[in-house]
């Protein structure tokens, strides 16, 4: 196919619509209560979902916040990081992690990810530290979690805490436990497109430490302790109600959508298995991946992207530009060649369909297209494929 013109889409990226038909009478119910409850900011929906949530993750509590941004912004803030502080973190993750640090005045410093995982290395990590270390923050990137025991265990030799951003890694499990639940708070993000989405903005925070919990219930709701009384400096961060009252529905089918996504990712890693061109994704030992993102690596990346575009398979990068080399990130000082293997994978990243109402079909019909590119455009075997 030489010509340059545009098929329709016969496989979209994400289908939401397909998502949430099931579930629209008893969602459109739940959305009344809160409507005749006037229980909009905050509330007894939210404290609900988040009773939930905490039992689904299995940690003590959880915390209801706007966004998965507040979540990471607000732990930092609870644990006292501010100027002059670091954070470590990678930089093959959305930029939210980063500006959570840098939105406490601290400075986020970068460690590069495993070349199998896509997630911090530790290896890595124990020449990052500095007197200055105040937390670490492993991406649990596109569903698979970071390798958690060597990293908390640099941790707790330097006493440094732990914050987990799961925000891509709702129900993703490490040696059976759920993520969010091995360091002292676990960061989730809700927004719609995330495996457990709202029907707006939504994030929370889950930590098995009361101190912990009470100054970010505090912190997100302007430091108060009661009614107009303020022990902190906070913000508005609060979750509205409709989002607790909508997530409470949603949570019910994590487990199962988890469920098809793997059985998608399977059925794509099936029949990719013989091309020499892409590497797809690896679960390691011990772990469970919830493919948030199901994202392989291609040679010649933009180029693959764009012919799938134009026959109509919807895909993404996730993401193109390494964080240390955002434009806001220059002052850093960091250039191209800091971090080789997040560079490396920015530059190859391709991600393909992947939500739990896709079909067998949908999924031939995207590797189908997918070997036709290939072809076309005469990609070379990528070094790392087996
Ligand atoms: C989505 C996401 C966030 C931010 O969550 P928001 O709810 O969009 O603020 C943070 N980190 C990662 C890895 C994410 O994927």
């Not at 939401?16 to 008893?26: K, N, S, T």
């Not at 029949?271 to 772990?287: C, G, K, T, W």
């Amino acid at each position: 196919m030489s010509d340059k013109t545009m098929q329709p889409i016969k496989v979209p990226f994400l289908d939401l619509q397909a998502h949430h038909a099931p579930i629209l009478e008893e969602v459109r119910e739940a959305i009344d209560r809160v409507i005749q409850s006037s229980a909009f900011a905050g509330g007894p929906f939210v404290a609900a979902f988040e009773k939930d949530w905490a039992a689904f993750c299995g940690s003590r509590y959880a915390i209801g916040v706007g966004n998965g941004t507040d979540a990471l912004w607000l732990s930092l803030l609870a644990l006292g990081v501010g100027p002059g502080d670091e954070v470590i973190t990678v930089p093959s993750t959305f930029m939210a992690t980063a500006e959570a640090v840098s939105f406490c005045g601290a400075r986020p410093v970068f460690v590069d990810i495993d070349p199998q995982t896509y997630t911090l290395d530790p290896s890595l990590l124990e020449r990052a530290i500095t007197p200055r270390t105040k937390a670490i923050i492993p991406v649990h990137l596109f569903g698979q979690m970071a390798d958690m025991d060597p990293i908390l265990e640099v941790a707790r030799r330097h006493g440094i805490p732990v914050i987990e951003d799961a925000c891509q890694a709702h129900g993703a499990t490490y040696k059976g436990r759920k993520a969010g639940t091995f360091g002292i708070a676990g960061c989730f993000s809700f927004y719609p497109g995330k495996n457990l989405g709202a029907f707006g903005e939504a994030g929370a925070v889950v930590t098995d430490d009361a101190e912990l919990a009470a100054r970010i219930q505090s912190l997100r709701d302007h430091g108060q302790v009661r009614k107009y009384h303020h022990k902190y400096i906070g913000w508005n961060a609060r979750m509205d109600g409709i989002q607790g009252a909508v997530l409470q529905i949603k949570l019910r089918r994590l487990a199962a959508a988890n469920e098809a996504r793997r059985t998608h990712a399977r059925l794509y890693n099936e029949l990719l298995s013989d091309l020499e061109e892409i590497v797809v994704p690896q679960e390691a030992p011990h772990r469970t991946h919830v493919y948030h993102v199901y994202a392989v690596r291609v040679p010649q990346r933009d180029r693959v992207l764009d012919a799938l575009t134009r026959r109509g398979i919807g895909c993404g990068i996730h993401y193109p530009v390494p964080v240390h080399l955002q434009e806001a990130y220059h002052p850093l000082g960091l250039r191209e060649g800091s971090f080789p293997v997040a560079e490396q994978c920015a530059r190859e990243f391709l991600s393909l369909p992947m939500y739990p109402e896709l079909r067998p079909e949908q999924i031939e019909l995207v590797v189908r297209e997918l070997r036709d590119c290939l072809a076309e455009l005469k990609v070379k075997p990528h070094a790392c494929a087996a």
